[in-house]
């Protein structure tokens, strides 16, 4: 097949898009936010041509299912201000693992776990 992929855009579930998109854009430095309707039922934004999109889901158990993980250049700097915020999951704190990565979970306010991570040795 000669398509090219151009983007793979995560919809992420919501329980209130406009309170998500502020999370984004306030702790994890996303930009250029837009929804749709009224009451909202659809929005995103983007961040270092990285997309990321929200559907209303009012269950909260269906974003207490869900996950994605997020890879930065700089994750003890990003940790430091999650943490400060009180954004980081009790038993997600910042931390090295086996499989050469250091990471920390942070929980959005539907939910949803973000693993944040850098790659590469850490010791």
């Known amino acids: 097949m000669q398509v090219k992929t151009l ?3 995560p919809v992420v579930p919501s329980r209130d898009i406009e309170e998500s998109l502020r999370f984004y ?3 994890l430095g996303f930009e250029d936010p837009f929804s749709w309707g ?3 039922e659809y929005g ?3 961040r270092d041509g990285l997309r990321l999109h929200f559907y209303l889901e009012p269950n909260p158990e269906v974003g207490q ?3 994605f993980r997020l890879e930065v250049d700089e994750v003890d700097l990003l940790y430091v201000c999650c943490e400060a915020a009180g954004i980081v999951h009790p038993n997600g704190k910042l931390e ?3 499989w050469a990565t250091r990471e920390f979970t942070v929980l959005d306010p539907s ?3 973000i693993r944040v991570y850098q ?3 850490h010791e």
């Open 44 to 46: 995103g934004l983007s």
């Open 111 to 113: 939910g949803v776990a």
């Open 119 to 121: 790659s590469g040795s």
């Open 7 to 9: 983007a793979i855009i």
């Open 38 to 40: 009224q009451p909202v």
């Open 96 to 98: 090295n693992k086996p």
């Open 65 to 67: 299912n869900y996950a």
């Open 25 to 27: 854009q306030t702790h």
